[in-house]
């Protein structure tokens, strides 16, 4: 059975960087796409960043495109989503997503295409 586990959410000031860290069991790890989606209180999933399963393409939502980085190390099952510059509207639920279908696409950016999630990580950003 799959199991994604988040960490590193938490109070963050304006301007403030964090890393998101996404553990995950299981031996494909490698095959799969991954992602990060988050959820803010009242809206709806939006997705956020994903990765290809050899790391070589990246594809991000232009509102975090130019302060965030998704990053993957196979050997340790984990991926990353660094974000820099912070803004009160990041404050969300981030969830990762283990795509382990065997799509030709390079990366996955709808819910719909996951089919593993994690438990979520709060960020809060705010003064």
């Known amino acids: 059975q799959v199991q994604l586990v988040e960490s590193g959410g938490g109070l963050v000031q304006p301007g403030g960087s964090l890393r998101l860290s996404c553990v995950a069991s299981?031996?494909?790890?490698?095959?799969?796409?991954m992602g990060w989606f988050r959820q803010a209180p009242g809206k709806e999933c939006e997705f956020v960043a994903s990765?290809?399963?050899?790391?070589?393409?990246?594809y991000y939502t232009d509102s975090v495109k130019v302060r965030s980085t998704i990053s993957r190390d196979n050997a340790q099952n984990t991926v990353y989503l660094e974000m820099n510059n912070l803004k009160p509207e990041d404050t969300a639920v981030y969830y990762c997503?283990?795509?382990?279908?065997?799509?030709?696409?390079?990366?996955?950016?709808?819910?719909?295409?996951?089919?593993?999630w994690g438990q979520g990580t709060q960020v809060t950003v705010s003064s």
């Open positions: 299981g031996r494909t790890f490698s095959a799969w796409i």
């Open positions: 997503a283990a795509d382990s279908t065997d799509t030709i696409s390079a990366v996955s950016t709808t819910p719909y295409e996951y089919d593993f």
């Open positions: 990765i290809s399963r050899n790391g070589g393409t990246t």
